[in-house]
């Protein structure tokens, strides 16, 4: 890899153009940037290349960029990409931001790929799912370097808002992690209630009503709440079921490294592996009550 200080090719390139990475490469090219993505679906990089984006179908073969936004969806893939990031034949001054939520581990292995081979990391797991993505009303949890984090907030601020949580890379991922908590466990306490109130024999969307007027309410059970009481359509898909299934395993698997009890989050982590086995994690994650009522 070269060291000189050439011009890069792109702004920014974001690896992963799924869910979250699509939306928020679109919405970096409509703020003016010259933006690329890296995926190895045809399909993704045809959708791309209509959006006004280049489009690459592997890191190996990526030019250079003033800063690379990683949104892959585990943290095998943020290792593999890492790897072959640092093995590219590119200048080091590239800035490479890690969005995904991968956890402590594999961002701090990647990282160190990385920097071993002369680029800068910092670590930012984002949230906010498709509809903050969409409207740049994403939160970033940013830790490692200050400076390389002030770099960074220069993109992300066309993508949402950004908390400085540490100066480790890994403590984003161990920030996000204990949201993720709070997220899956709440969710699962909002399907729960709504499933309770169905074998009480009461109306359930009366019950999100009573819920989310006093201190039983949660963002959870005000934003998913009156999807889950509406047993009369299947909702579109706003965020997965997947996600927190996956995150659920992330905390579970931590927590456990850690010698952290979390049995509220061990609770709710049965009813995720049960909506997989029930077919439903691609499913709006609101659906989580059929896990309930099954």
Known sequence: MTTEQATPSHDVIVIGAGAMGMPMAQRLRANGLDVAVVDPSPTAREDALTRDLSAYPDVSVMPSSGVVLVTVATGPQLIEAAAKGAARDSASFELWVICSTVGPAAASESAAVLTSAGFRVVDTPMTGGVPGAQSGALHFLAAGDCDAIDEA??????????????????????MKLVNQLCCAVHLTAAAEAVALAVNLGLDPAKAVQVINSGAGTSWFAQERGPRMADFTTTPDVRTRLAILEKDSGLVEAEAGARGARTPLLNAAREQYLLAAELGLLESDDSQIVHAYLS
Not at 154 to 166: H, Q, W
């Open 153 to 174: 907030k220069r993109v992300l601020s066309v993508l949402g808002t950004t908390t400085d949580v540490g100066e480790r890379i890994g403590d984003g991922q161990s």
